[in-house]
Nanobody
Framework: VQLVESGGGLVQPGGSLRLTCVVS????????MSWYRQAPGKQRELVAA????????VYADSVKGRFTISRDNAKNMVYLQMNSLKPEDTAVYYC???????WGQGTQVTISL
C-alpha cells in the first residue's frame, strides 16, 4: 500500500489549503478514509473521515465548519479542503485507510504570519 500526501505549505491565518492523498495498492473504493494530523509534541489526532461511498463525513470538533473531506473513487484520491486556517492547525497531515496501519510521509501544514 502506498499513500502520497501533498498540498501542504505555509499560509497566513485565515487562509486556505487543499490537501490531496493518492492511494495505491488496495481497493480504494471499499475503504473508508481518514485524515489525521500530528503537531510537534502531541499525539496524532483524527481530523476527518469519510465512508467508502463518500457520504456521512465526520469531523473533529476543532475543524467542523472549516474543513471538508471528499474523495474521488475513480482517481483513488481523498482530499481535505481547509479554510479559515488557524495557527493551531499547524501539523503534519496524514491520510489513512480505515482499519489499516498504512501511513504515508505526510504533508506539513504551517499557519503563521
Amino acid at each position: 500500500v502506498q499513500l502520497v500526501e501533498s498540498g501542504g505549505g505555509l499560509v497566513q491565518p485565515g487562509g486556505s489549503l487543499r490537501l490531496t492523498c493518492v492511494v495505491s495498492g488496495l481497493t480504494f473504493s471499499t475503504y473508508s478514509m481518514s485524515w489525521y494530523r500530528q503537531a510537534p509534541g502531541k499525539q496524532r489526532e483524527l481530523v476527518a473521515a469519510i465512508r467508502s461511498s463518500g457520504d456521512r463525513p465526520v469531523y473533529a470538533d476543532s475543524v467542523k465548519g472549516r474543513f471538508t473531506i471528499s474523495r474521488d473513487n475513480a482517481k483513488n484520491m481523498v482530499y481535505l479542503q481547509m479554510n479559515s486556517l488557524k495557527p493551531e492547525d499547524t501539523a503534519v497531515y496524514y491520510c489513512n485507510p480505515y482499519g489499516t496501519s498504512d501511513w504515508g510521509q505526510g504533508t506539513q501544514v504551517t499557519i503563521s504570519l
